[in-house]
């Protein structure tokens, strides 16, 4: 064991024991833990599942008496998805391409990206990276950082994917998209490519894009960068119709539309609903970024204060204080922990002399003279709502106020849904079936006026299931899958030993600079920098595990493999004939491990197994499980 980690396996254990010490022992059918007071259940074997394992090595670096040895190898031969991939909505299979990345495989990464999305560019720049917070680096140290790394192969992309593109025969059938946001242009990308269907996009606003041109400012997004993904769905031949109000969709369809999809976007904010909010100098978030992104001019006074604790709520903060601002702060009405906003945004916002006021939420605005008067209650947080977060309650005679020139209500986004377009509706958004379509034979809707306000790749995602179910409907397969890199078959490096290293800084432009002016705030990544970033990922699922091998003699069957475990491929088993004393010396090998008829797994991390237990086995909640 190395010496930086000695004494981690006896605090973490110490750590989980005395964390239970008010309940009572677990097992009572062994004399020897009648004294185990944690609730986990130790057991005396273990039991492996080669089919899960996905030879991420955190079991063996988790056991403190480093009883598990593991050995990986070549390139796994069955399918398991990596935890990062599948917490993508588009199901963008980060481990491949950050496996390229490692190997200085830019152009082919990006490749990878395209297979499932056509805007690896924005989603490089802005993407919320769900796929990060199931990274199971993260559960050694910090996740790989997976954006960055898009960014990095989007920023060195040679264009290699376009070689491999196909494009479908004309089908005859034309299909309308209201709407040239992220979710339409998605949907038009793979009707025209993949269905050779005809594409018309219709759009209120001058440029396409829709909220990420109007609601992302340009220091997180330079709009030229959004411009080359656009750009690539225009060399398709899709027409667009911009500063063109759509009143019915139905009407479109009797103009010679085969099928409609409406992907309006949720373009207006929600109101504070206290009272003085009507007041001119109170701004809603999107509101007030549109102007800006568009390049108008957009006065504001030197206090500010932005409602709110999303993404949103920081580019409006961020960009008033790039606008002049001189005291620019965020009320949110929970703590740090629940804001939804990226972490990185927040810090930035920090960075950049935004200031949080947390457990806090508005109550009243007034009116006085040139500036207005926000009175705020302190919050505390009760129990968890419906969205799994604590409950804001207010303290009652908290009051205080903050005097400012403008609020601006960042608090939520909602559709705009136009009196023609006559369909039912479900929380004030577009009401969908499984296959995305609406009330109205024909005609489908995708992104936030359907699911409201969401992410880009949700809306990516959302999109796609829409394209692959009016391909059905005007007689296609539905498929829109491509493959736009050939198979790898190259030797995946494999390590049996996982090395510490730390997540790679985010470059960030001076701070005097980035806040005087909306050019990109972010830098990017050199090779080595990325190589090493890459080099981070523990592979999950894309390794043959060639030998797990279990020292019985040290193993005191603890469990803290098993908590480690992301995939559950261990089993802590309840076969008392394999005790201590019959492993003393015994080294146990993968086939000895692999879960059968002989090992049978116990009710640890598989609760649905409880009642094939014997009776009088577990305590369950300190009940006696009879």
């Keep these: 064991m190395p010496f930086s980690r000695f004494g981690e396996g006896i605090t973490r254990g110490m750590a989980i024991t005395l964390s239970h010490l008010a309940k009572k022992p677990v097992t009572l059918r062994y004399p020897e833990e009648r004294l185990n007071v944690s609730r986990r259940i130790r057991g005396t074997e273990l039991g492996w599942s080669p089919d899960n394992c996905s030879g991420c090595l955190l079991c063996q670096d988790s056991c403190p008496h480093e009883c598990i040895q593991i050995e990986v190898s070549g390139n796994r031969s069955e399918e398991l998805p990596a935890p990062c991939t599948s917490a993508c909505p588009a199901n963008v299979d980060a481990a491949r391409y950050v496996s390229l990345l490692e190997e200085g495989k830019a152009s082919e990464a990006v490749a990878v990206v395209r297979e499932r999305i056509p805007f690896p560019v924005v989603c490089a720049y802005v993407c919320a990276h769900p796929c990060e917070s199931k990274c ?15 960014r990095y192969a989007v920023d060195n992309d040679k264009g290699l994917w376009k070689s491999n593109a196909k494009n479908a025969t004309p089908s005859g059938k034309k299909v309308a998209i209201i709407g040239a946001g992220p979710a339409g242009l998605t949907a038009a990308y793979y009707l025209a490519r993949k269905g050779g269907h005809s594409i018309t996009v219709f759009d209120d606003l001058s440029q396409p894009g829709g909220m990420v041109r109007v609601g992302i400012p340009d220091y997180r997004l330079p709009k030229h960068l959004l411009d080359r993904d656009i750009d690539e769905i225009k060399q398709l031949g899709v027409i667009f119709k911009m500063n063109t109000y759509i009143e019915s969709p139905e009407q479109l369809i009797k103009d010679g539309f085969d099928a409609v999809l409406i992907s309006i976007g949720a373009h207006s904010s929600s109101r504070l609903k206290v009272p003085g909010d009507d007041d001119p100098r109170v701004l809603g978030g999107v509101e007030f970024l549109r102007p800006v992104n568009l390049g108008q001019k957009v006065e504001i006074g030197d206090r500010v204060v932005v409602v709110g604790g999303g993404n949103t709520a920081m580019d409006a903060a961020r960009t008033a204080v790039r606008l002049g601002a001189k005291d620019v702060s965020i009320v949110y009405r929970r703590s740090r922990a629940e804001m939804p906003a990226a972490h990185e945004e927040i810090e930035d916002a920090e960075t950049e002399g935004v200031k949080m006021r947390l457990l806090a939420n508005p109550s009243k605005i007034i009116s006085e003279n040139k500036s207005l008067k926000v009175e705020c209650l302190k919050m505390r947080l009760g129990p968890p709502d419906d969205s799994g977060r604590r409950r804001p309650e207010p303290i009652e005679g908290s009051e205080f106020i903050l005097e400012v020139d403008n609020v601006i209500a960042a608090i939520g986004q909602k559709p705009v849904i136009p009196e023609g377009f006559n369909f ?203």
């Design 136 to 150: 199971t680096r993260g559960d050694l140290d910090e996740p790989v950082a997976i954006r960055m790394l898009k």
């Design 424 to 626: 039912e509706q479900e929380w004030g958004n577009i009401k969908v079936g499984d296959d995305m379509q609406t009330s109205v034979s024909g005609v489908f809707s995708a992104g936030d006026c359907a699911t409201g306000a969401a992410t880009i790749i949700e809306g990516i995602a959302g999109a796609r299931r829409a394209a692959q179910s009016i391909d059905k409907y005007l007689g296609g397969t539905g498929d829109i899958s491509e493959s736009l890199v050939s198979d790898y078959n190259g030797q995946i490096t494999g390590k049996n030993t996982i090395f510490y290293s730390p997540r790679q800084p985010l470059p960030m432009v001076d701070i005097k600079t980035r806040t005087t002016t909306f050019h990109g705030a972010e830098l990017g990544w050199d090779e080595s920098t990325a190589k090493e970033e890459a080099s981070r990922c523990l592979k999950c699922g894309q390794l043959e595990v060639t030998r797990y091998r279990l020292d019985g003699g040290k193993c005191i069957y603890c469990g803290l493999c098993l908590e480690a475990c992301n995939f559950n491929a261990l089993f802590m088993g309840r076969g008392y004939e394999r005790t201590t004393y019959l492993l003393q010396e015994t080294i146990l090998e993968k086939e000895e491990l692999t879960v059968n008829k002989k090992i049978q797994p116990s009710a640890y991390h598989h609760p649905e197994m409880e009642n094939n237990l014997p009776a009088q086995t577990l305590l369950v909640e300190g009940k006696l499980k009879a």
